[in-house]
């Protein structure tokens, strides 16, 4: 992912909710969300092998992004994307999960982790130290450490605040919040170590260009009822629709 919308016990019938966008390179093969055999919900990465965001039967459910520095890359360095394949397959509680995979992180290119079940969230970067868990409240993620205020994780982040005080449940509203094209002015952009042209390009929630953009947008709620609710849109390099997959499922203990 490369921006991630997160409310915690911030709606009244739904403990969790998550608007999140991925942004990827256009050429780089995936395929959309499906139920994997091992119980995992996700699209894969067909590079790397992982995926970007995931959830299982019981509720956990995990997310990954790239941590935006500009610095050259490793080419032996393993798929962020199988972070997410892994915290999906630990039974730990979430922080413990989070902690020891923030131990292994010197391993992978930057990278935030999110993970999460019914009953707790919790964040890790290889850019930071340690593991933090998350409590009541809307949090917000893109290429740098969680809550970060750049533009669009502030515009995001009040939007969310503010669908969530409506009591609204239906996720149309949620990809609309995700559909935001508009691009931040220059002088409030971040300085991560890529051009200025680029800086601006990655300012959009919804990001539009032949060589990069937004692949994919998804949102996932639980309910306080044991349902759970995961839907994915997939767009072409145009940010035209291509595709949209919907899951509903009663969470198992």
């Given at each position: 992912?490369?921006?991630?919308?997160?409310?915690?016990?911030?709606?009244?019938?739904?403990?969790?909710?998550?608007?999140?966008?991925?942004?990827?390179?256009?050429?780089?093969?995936?395929a959309p969300a499906h139920w994997w055999p091992d119980g995992i919900l996700a699209g894969i990465d067909r590079v790397g092998g992982g995926t970007w965001?995931?959830?299982?039967?019981?509720?956990?459910?995990?997310?990954?992004t790239n941590f935006r520095e500009?610095?050259?890359?490793?080419?032996?360095?393993?798929?962020?994307?199988?972070?997410?394949?892994?915290?999906?397959?630990?039974?730990?509680?979430?922080?413990?999960?989070?902690?020891?995979?923030?131990?292994?992180?010197?391993?992978?290119h930057g990278f935030n982790l999110l993970v999460g079940d019914p009953q707790q969230a919790a964040y890790a970067?290889?850019?930071?130290?340690?593991?933090?868990?998350?409590?009541?409240?809307v949090y917000g993620l893109s290429n740098h450490l969680l809550?970060?205020?750049?533009?669009?994780?502030?515009?995001?982040?009040?939007r969310m605040a503010a669908l969530l005080e409506t009591g609204d449940q239906r996720l149309e509203p949620l990809f609309e919040l995700l559909a935001d094209r508009a691009q931040a002015e220059p002088k409030s952009l971040p300085s991560t170590g890529i051009s200025s042209e680029w800086e601006r390009l990655l300012s959009s929630a919804f990001i539009v260009d032949p060589r990069y953009g937004t692949?994919?947008?998804?949102?996932?709620?639980?309910?306080?009822?044991?349902?759970?609710?995961?839907?994915?849109?997939s767009f072409d390099a145009g940010g035209s629709l291509t595709g949209e997959v919907a899951f509903d499922f009663a969470i198992k203990p």
């Amino acid at each position: 992912m490369c921006l991630a919308l997160v409310a915690l016990d911030a709606h009244p019938r739904l403990p969790l909710v998550i608007a999140a966008n991925r942004d990827e390179f256009h050429g780089r093969e995936a395929a959309p969300a499906h139920w994997w055999p091992d119980g995992i919900l996700a699209g894969i990465d067909r590079v790397g092998g992982g995926t970007w965001f995931g959830v299982d039967g019981k509720g956990r459910w995990a997310l990954v992004t790239n941590f935006r520095e500009g610095i050259p890359r490793d080419p032996d360095a393993p798929s962020r994307g199988t972070l997410v394949t892994h915290a999906l397959a630990e039974r730990t509680p979430p922080l413990a999960c989070a902690a020891a995979i923030a131990v292994e992180g010197s391993r992978y290119h930057g990278f935030n982790l999110l993970v999460g079940d019914p009953q707790q969230a919790a964040y890790a970067s290889n850019r930071a130290s340690g593991a933090l868990a998350l409590t009541a409240g809307v949090y917000g993620l893109s290429n740098h450490l969680l809550d970060t205020p750049w533009p669009k994780l502030v515009r995001g982040k009040a939007r969310m605040a503010a669908l969530l005080e409506t009591g609204d449940q239906r996720l149309e509203p949620l990809f609309e919040l995700l559909a935001d094209r508009a691009q931040a002015e220059p002088k409030s952009l971040p300085s991560t170590g890529i051009s200025s042209e680029w800086e601006r390009l990655l300012s959009s929630a919804f990001i539009v260009d032949p060589r990069y953009g937004t692949r994919c947008s998804t949102v996932l709620t639980l309910g306080r009822d044991g349902t759970a609710r995961f839907a994915e849109r997939s767009f072409d390099a145009g940010g035209s629709l291509t595709g949209e997959v919907a899951f509903d499922f009663a969470i198992k203990p």
